[in-house]
């Protein structure tokens, strides 16, 4: 769907006089950057902690040709071409998160146009993403707490001692990374953390950290998400509809 999006976007933007390039889209290995803990050992040796596709992303932000493309027009252009894309906030849908604050997003552009063609309902659509999306502040202490996940944990930084790696969390690897790797050049950094990765996968798999992990997060989320249960019903159901337009377009 984010390719339909893209698309969507991109036809629009032409329709207000202006060229536009479509996003990358994120590959199925670079979805698993950031997890909780690395525990897939192939992934691991292949990608480390995922700084190459930090680094793609890092130069898509700068080198993109939507990003040159806008910096070469003249100013007033410029702003007509983000109030094409973005819209203008002066307009605007407004929702309260359950984890307390708001976040809004504007009613018109052809970001919300391409939504509202694949979605159905714009508003509704971006109401039932945002609750749904943004639970994890409600559910993750809980998880973070359970004694499961702490015992696993304890047995993970045992292995990871044991193998010459004294860190007491995952979390305390993903703190000290940069530390870890000042003053290596690039092709070093990526060795080393694909070799301090493969342990991590390695000790998360003999203590079985990530698959705790994994369903203490569907327990404690599943128990937050029934009080927004039509929240979560219209996001599946507008998932679906928008899947079958995709496939359409």
């Known amino acids: ?79 007509r071409y983000s109030r094409a894309l973005d819209g203008i906030f002066t307009d605007t849908i407004t929702i309260e998160l359950p984890s307390g604050g708001s976040v809004r997003t504007p009613r018109g552009g052809c970001y919300a146009q391409a939504r509202e063609q694949l979605y159905g309902d714009y508003p509704t659509w971006f109401r039932a993403k945002k609750t749904v999306t943004s639970l994890t502040p409600l559910y993750v202490p809980r998880v973070l707490a359970d004694e499961r996940l702490t015992s696993a944990v304890a047995a993970w930084s045992r292995c990871m001692t044991a193998a010459g790696r004294p860190f007491q969390s995952p979390d305390a690897i993903r703190r000290q990374r940069e530390s870890l790797i000042r003053g290596m050049t690039e092709a070093q950094a990526l060795r080393s953390e694909a070799t301090l990765a493969v342990t991590e996968a390695q000790c998360a798999q003999k203590t079985s950290l990530g698959e705790t992990a994994r369903a203490l997060e569907v327990e404690y989320r599943g128990k937050v998400a029934r009080d927004y249960a039509e929240e979560f019903t219209a996001y599946r159901q507008m998932r679906l509809s928008a899947l079958a337009r995709a496939r359409s377009l």
């Open 1 to 79: 769907m984010d390719r339909a999006e893209q698309g969507l976007v991109t036809q629009c933007m032409q329709r207000q006089g202006f060229r536009y390039w479509p996003l990358p889209v994120l590959s199925v290995p670079a979805r698993r950057v950031g997890a909780y803990v690395v525990d897939d050992v192939a992934w691991a040796r292949q990608n480390g902690y995922g700084r190459t596709f930090e680094n793609a992303a890092q130069k898509a932000n700068r080198d993109h040709p939507n990003i040159t493309y806008v910096k070469a027009l003249p100013k007033k252009e410029r702003v």
